[in-house]
């Protein structure tokens, strides 16, 4: 399953972001973002159900971030509003191909190149 990250950039605190995750279409059971900032863990952003029946936020992404699926074009969104520089890192698209939505990343088993997204101050 290739998935493809894109839609990252560079924006100023208060501005938004859109990305996106090309996928091939194969159902899995759970899609998410992760992300990764410069000598840190990767730290989970959000996740959904294939069927989009569920949805689960981190609490730095609640109320900021939205993640959704277009089955039309195989691609999940992350959107991002109301970003703060602590949001620039490297974003990650993940899929997960059995289970319940799940926050650390050894759970998921497939994985797009990412994307950089850097908020200036």
């Known amino acids: 399953v290739q998935l493809q990250a894109s839609g990252g950039g560079l924006v100023q605190a208060g501005g938004s972001l859109r990305l996106l995750c090309a996928d091939s279409g194969r159902i899995v059971s759970v899609v998410g973002w992760f992300r990764q900032a410069p000598g840190k863990e990767r730290q989970f952003v959000a996740a959904m159900t294939w069927r989009g029946d569920r949805k689960f936020y981190a609490d730095s992404a609640k109320g900021r971030f939205t993640i959704s699926r277009d089955n039309r074009n195989n691609t999940v969104y992350l959107q991002m509003n109301t970003l703060k520089p602590e949001d620039t890192a490297t974003y990650y698209c993940?899929?997960?191909?059995?289970?319940?939505?799940?926050?650390?990343?050894?759970?998921?088993?497939?994985w797009g190149q990412g994307t950089q997204v850097t908020v200036s101050s």
């Open positions: 993940a899929q997960r191909r059995i289970g319940g939505i799940a926050t650390t990343s050894d759970a998921y088993d497939y």
